[in-house]
């Protein structure tokens, strides 16, 4: 491929469709920066996973994938590859591992294209990794792309790391109406992935009690898409609507959460997307874990723990409880959990 006159070698790196994937991908970026430190790595990303790759400081820039979700669009994919043809892309880094992602890099021309064999993606993937079985967590799982095909990840591998800055936290606590000079907790009592995976929110509600018991100058602000806003209201409802008690489900954008999150005291959430930011925001963090299993997809912060109950029947990773009683999630108390964060508030 010819490189565009005047432009710098980049590197493409093409993200996952879910947050949490998006955020466990960021050690390859690490990755990958220590191995070219001057060159440019543009992620291509779905709007709705796009601001969290803006909070990490090896990305050069973001394309917004103008793609349907599920749709082929071969027309549309030739002429977006045409336009980054142009950019002078080195390498490509392709994490999902649908055929579709896999045919933008390769109509670019761009020369090396990194990823998973996936859906039998030969010819369109040169550098070619094969997925592992049973499969490996998601963290060395992406940051192995860094390194050839079936070499052993060297060293102690990179965290997950994401920034945000005083003036973003500032400005999305102003407009939700935050305090910053009081104690703020973040509670994500939702989970994309299925209603198996969420915590009831009767059990959230008790945990706020407890909170605001300690200190009723705390803040507690429930983070979620509009999706969650019912959920949500189920806390407030069960905590008996108390003073400090906030949901903010639909009413923050992406970015807006992740600020809200980087000034927390601690987070409790299910297995989500907003569980990895906080790991990546090094925020102490409580993850509650059902139907999935905690050793796949961890938190990495430095004060962090997994809960689990480890019933025979989990992880059975299903959307909705196959036997009918969820008592992987119903059986994790409220005290429970608070024997756990107390200590981290206290800190």
């Known amino acids: 491929m010819r490189r565009a006159r005047g432009l710098p070698v980049r590197t493409l790196v093409i993200s996952p469709n879910w947050i949490?994937?998006?955020v466990m991908a960021q050690p390859l970026l690490q990755l990958l920066k220590a191995a070219h430190p001057d060159r440019p790595i543009d992620v291509l990303a779905p709007p709705?996973?796009?601001p969290v790759w803006r909070q990490m400081a090896e990305v050069a820039e973001v394309?917004?994938?103008?793609?349907?979700h599920g749709a082929l669009q071969l027309k549309e994919r030739w002429r977006y590859a045409r336009l980054l043809r142009q950019r002078g892309y080195a390498d490509a880094y392709i994490l999902p591992n649908t055929l579709k992602y896999a045919l933008i890099p390769w109509l670019a021309g761009i020369p090396r294209r990194v990823?998973?064999?996936g859906e039998s993606r030969y010819g369109l993937v040169n550098v070619m990794h094969h997925d592992d079985t049973p499969p490996r967590p998601m963290v060395p799982f992406y940051a192995a792309l860094a390194d050839a095909p079936g070499a052993a990840l060297r060293g102690k591998l990179p965290?997950?790391?994401m920034v945000a800055s005083d003036e973003q936290v500032a400005a999305a606590c102003a407009k939700v109406g935050l305090d910053l000079a009081r104690p703020l907790v973040v509670f994500a009592p939702g989970a994309e992935f299925g209603g198996a995976k969420r915590w009831p929110p009767a059990h959230f509600g008790q945990l706020a009690q407890h909170i605001l018991a300690r200190d009723p100058q705390a803040q507690v602000a429930l983070l979620g898409s509009p999706k969650d806003g019912p959920s949500c209201d189920e806390v407030i409802a069960a905590a008996g609507a108390?003073?400090?008690l906030a949901s903010l489900a639909g009413k923050t954008s992406l970015s807006d959460a992740v600020a809200l999150i980087a000034r927390s005291a601690a987070v409790v959430s299910n297995d989500s997307g907003l569980l990895h930011v906080a790991s990546a925001l090094n925020r102490p963090v409580i993850a509650i874990y059902g139907?999935?299993?905690p050793d796949h997809a961890p938190p990495f912060s430095d004060l962090a723990a997994s809960i689990s109950l480890r019933l025979e029947c989990s992880p059975c990773r299903q959307r909705e409880c196959p036997l009918g009683h969820q008592n992987c999630m119903h059986g994790i108390s409220a005290g429970q959990v608070w024997q756990t964060l107390e200590p981290m508030l206290s800190r």
Do not use: C
């Open 159 to 161: 965290k997950p790391r």
């Open 242 to 244: 108390p003073a400090g």
């Open 48 to 50: 709705a996973v796009s």
């Open 291 to 293: 139907p999935t299993d």
């Open 63 to 68: 394309l917004e994938t103008p793609f349907r």
């Open 20 to 22: 949490g994937d998006a």
């Open 115 to 117: 990823g998973y064999k």
